[in-house]
């Protein structure tokens, strides 16, 4: 009875999956925030590196990762896929539970997957410093240690209320040697000017972008990177979809259905468009996409024009949308609270490829621990999602008397969430209803295209 | 280039190492520590399970693993074995550095490897309910995970400085269904007398010992474990070298010298024992613990008959010691914050089978900054000792020029230590000297036998 299925080094895919080509036709062109026309790569080169931004945009199905990249990742790629008998047998189901587990990268979580190609093709250009925000911090501790590897200075914009509760991701980032300050920060504009209006304001992530993007918009040799919704973000996330396809392969299996939870859409990207390639192919495989119930973008949202970023100062995309102005109730999975959605995402749940359901934290929590006592990992609370999904496949399964392959991402660990668990172990946990009277104030918000 | 040497399911070893019939000749027997007249078995089976007492003194060199273990060790086992390539190239040495990574368990540390068998044992022989103690928490949240597998009630009582330092550790103890305590508490004897002198005492490892073997002598249904020191906790262990040594195979190689940090010696001889074994039958290999120059064991102390825990309830047995009044400086690495030795280890060293180096703990943190930045693991700071060892015999190949093969135990991730890089990093960290007249008056006290 075989647990872990791992694939050598030398195994591990060499290209990354691009779906742009294989969707019904492109996406709708960004537009640019002010004059609300379409962005060339030329607006956007002050902030990214054109081999990204080429990525972004590419036409081409299969994209060569570089050795060099392949060298970093091989420090823990392959990544394992487990089965998971014992929750199996905890739940007396007859399926089988598989779940890729993208805990085990340095920063724990899937974003290293992208952090160190987005490093990599900064420093190629010439780029010796990049300017980032991050909220929970799993981005912002995964870019660090890419941005060490390869000699580039990074600026952390962390949003302070999770700087002050998460002391100990704050000491990641600079283990590695990034520097981090609580946003809103009074080196920016944008940060003074809301520090003027609030000394004691706790920041948001738009907060954070605003002082990112503005960073790296004033200084010459200053880029800047984000962790998830982009094309070239998700492209870089394949990887986990490539290899689980192989593992599975090796295990003589397909999946029925393939769970992953979105925030910003990357890890779910990550596993899912490979699998979305084969059903595009022809192939009967359900691709779910689990979100809060908190910040229901998918199942709630309208799709539409909007900003990425509630200050407006990035690209206005076609996207699941909850509304620039939205901020959602304060739910422990900090990484999965954005009000909109990867464009690639919401392109293939409009067109029925993808699909999506929306849970409310405690059932999700609940599900986590089932999942820590029977495999022994705590997940973050992000992955926990992924974790409920998969486990309402599971038993529906049971109900249904059926066999049937279930596929989930485990996106990270929750090694820096315990005082979440704490909270829920406690009793002192709040689910959110769906918060629709706000949703429909953002919703009026969106940007006249 | 290949950076991790796996190992399959099918590959992982089938019985444990037990170094006893190897060694020159049987230890001296424990004491009572009453009596100071040896021990029986029947003496300990109050606290521990026959099975367990067999292999304490068991003279058959390979032990069966059972089934259900193996099974259970198939959720992180075999570990991988890592080649330091990038840490290499930062040290311009000519010598090949691997090390076997004991931080993919549940738990995060070497610890799970006998966590798992002594709740199984227990559970085997009716055992529903044991009482443990843990210090850094490494230990308790590896047997609440063990103990939760097998339907076992557990307590923990917990240093109670730790529980108050640590909650993140306390937290992942409750996830897997354990109860704990900050000790002292009002519900032992021991505790009770404490907290009446001092209801602001903040604990220790000796009066936590106390209680968790009081709890168990005074509840028929209720054992002890403990997670280091005695000699089958060393042999559960010894699946780290016996799966390195197949790994260096693997990778055609042997090394010249074999590093772990010692607090009371399971770790090291995990890794070390296997390669003993080589070293008694003709091998050139160095066997080499480090400890921290706060508590020097092996190199300060003496090599005699001491009682095991500080309030005089356990074994007396014939180890390396620094007296069992010695508190250690409240360095970083609590793990290693022990006055005594296994056994088995010290009488390895006796009889120079192995060597022992002592650094202090700013040095060993530089190191595992160093080790982050290359390889993107943050260790233990109890590990940071082990990877500071290695720097040291990687820099002096340099110096000597020569060619040398370094293996080296990686015990733990520091995911729950990151404040002590955060002390080290803003310069708040402090370095002990030795404390020379703090060992010499504890020495003093060692029982007349």
Redesign the interface.
């Known amino acids: ?4 299925i ?1 694939l ?2 030398q195994e591990m895919p060499r290209q990354w999956y691009n779906i742009l080509p294989d969707l019904s036709g492109p996406l709708a062109p960004p537009l640019h925030p002010v004059t609300l026309k379409p962005m060339t790569p030329q607006d956007l080169s002050v902030l990214f590196p054109m081999a990204l931004l080429e990525q972004e945009m590419s036409d081409k199905r299969w994209i060569d990762i570089p050795d060099e990249i392949l ?1 970093v990742y ?3 790629r392959p990544s394992p896929l487990y089965r998971a008998h ?1 929750l199996e047998k905890a739940l007396g189901t007859p399926a089988k539970i598989y779940y890729k587990y993208e805990g ?3 920063a ?1 979580s899937h974003k290293t997957n992208t952090a160190v190609p987005q490093a990599y093709y900064n420093k190629k250009e010439g780029i010796n410093r990049i300017a980032t925000e991050t909220g929970a911090g799993q981005w912002g501790s995964a870019l660090s ?1 890419a941005c ?1 590897l390869y000699g580039i200075e990074l600026v952390v914009y962390m949003v302070k209320c999770s700087y002050e509760a998460k ?2 991701r ?3 980032i ?4 990034a520097k981090v300050y609580p946003s809103p920060t009074n080196k920016t504009n944008a940060g003074r000017s809301i520090l003027k209006q609030d000394p004691n304001c706790p920041g948001s992530l738009g907060i954070a972008i605003s002082e990112a993007v503005e960073d790296a918009a004033t200084h010459d040799d200053t880029h800047y990177a984000l962790g998830s919704v982009l094309n070239h973000v998700l492209l870089h996330q394949t990887i986990i979809g490539l290899e689980a396809k192989l593992q599975l392969k090796k295990a003589g299996d397909y999946p029925d259905v393939v769970i992953g939870c979105v925030g910003g859409g990357s890890n779910f990207g990550g596993i899912a468009n490979p699998f979305a390639y084969d059903k595009i192919n022809g192939k009967n495989v359900r691709l779910l996409a689990v979100e809060p119930a908190a910040c229901p973008t998918i199942t709630k949202g309208l799709y539409a024009y909007d900003y990425g970023d509630s200050t407006k100062l990035g690209p206005v995309v076609e996207m699941y949308t909850l509304g620039h102005d939205f901020v959602p109730p304060g739910i422990h999975a900090g990484g999965l609270r954005y009000h909109g959605m990867s464009p690639i995402i919401s392109k293939c749940v409009k067109e029925g490829l993808m699909e999506a359901e929306a849970y409310t934290q405690k059932m999700c929590f609940e599900s986590a ?1 089932l999942f ?2 029977s ?4 997940c973050a609370p992000e992955s926990s999602h992924a974790v409920n999904g998969a486990i309402k496949e599971a038993l529906k399964a049971k109900e249904e008397g059926k066999e049937k392959t279930i596929l989930f991402n485990l996106s990270g660990h929750g ?2 969430d ?2 979440s ?2 909270k829920y ?1 406690s009793g002192q946990l709040e689910d959110y209803e769906y918060p629709a009277a706000e949703i429909k104030k953002a919703l009026n918000k969106l940007p006249k295209v």
């Open positions: 009875m075989q647990t872990k791992l050598t080094e060298d091989s420090l823990w014992r085990v990268s340095p724990g240690f060490n002391p100990y704050k000491s990641m600079e283990t590695w040697g621990i820590a006592k495999e022994g990992i705590i090694y820096f315990m005082t668990y704490d172990l």
